[in-house]
């Protein structure tokens, strides 16, 4: 089962910061907050991870809380591209380590 | 920048058939990974594979399913002889390391 938390929906406005929550309150300390994206039936795709700094890449900004039992993803400018369902994950930082997907949070954003 | 193909986009199969399902990783990726996503459901795990054998599979992952990685580049999954519910998206990913799993745009599998 998916060790994480998210809403299952959000809006946001077109050119407006999209911020996404993320709770992980039994993360342990070797395990990493991930970030994927499914757009549409698209297959998923990274968007970052980090550890316990905060994280900033071309496509977002991670920010992990001090305590690291939440997160945030933040789309700093977000376009109707994208739309997708994003999905928190935290996961050992192990080669063959798989991936355990939640249900995520639906994330439209409005013209 | 490089990505993971998989062919075909989708297939097509009658129940009790056998189906190879194709996958071209990250041409340096030593990690090589197979999920499903039945329609309207969460995606699953269903194997890991790297140095040529299985690391870990999911109890999806059972005699019918098997993986190979027959060439250097190419990795496939097997179903022996297909059922109505193995009808799902089916993406392969990859993985340099430790790190990020980077994925394909699956394979639609219809079972009729």
């Known amino acids: 089962d998916a060790k994480t938390t998210q809403p299952p929906s959000m809006d946001c406005a077109e050119g407006r910061a999209a911020n996404l929550p993320c709770n992980h309150s039994?993360?342990?300390?070797?395990?990493?907050v991930y970030w994927y994206r499914q757009i549409h039936s698209q297959g998923p795709q990274y968007i970052i991870h980090g550890l316990k700094n905060n994280e900033t890449n071309e496509m977002a900004s991670l920010i992990i809380t001090e305590d690291r039992k939440s997160s945030t993803l933040i789309l700093p400018h977000a376009t109707l591209r994208d739309t997708a369902v994003y999905y928190c994950i935290v996961r050992v930082n192990f080669g063959n380590e798989k991936l355990t997907f939640g249900t995520g949070t639906r994330l439209t954003i409005i013209p | 920048e490089p990505e993971v193909t998989q062919t075909p986009s989708h297939q097509v199969t009658q129940m009790g058939q056998e189906v190879i399902l194709r996958c071209v990783p990250i041409?340096?990726?030593?990690?090589f990974y197979w999920y499903r996503q039945i329609l309207g459901q969460k995606v699953e795990f269903l194997v890991s594979f790297y140095n040529n054998e299985i690391s870990e599979k999911s109890e999806i992952f059972d005699d019918q399913f098997s993986v190979e990685r027959p060439d250097g580049s190419n990795f496939t999954l097997k179903i022996r002889s297909t059922k109505l519910e193995d009808s799902a998206m089916y993406f392969c990913?990859?993985?340099?390391?430790?790190?990020?799993?980077?994925f394909g745009d699956g394979t639609r599998l219809s079972i009729l």
């Open positions: 041409s340096n990726h030593l990690y």
């Open positions: 990913a990859s993985s340099l390391g430790s790190g990020a799993q980077h």
């Open positions: 039994t993360i342990s300390g070797n395990e990493y």
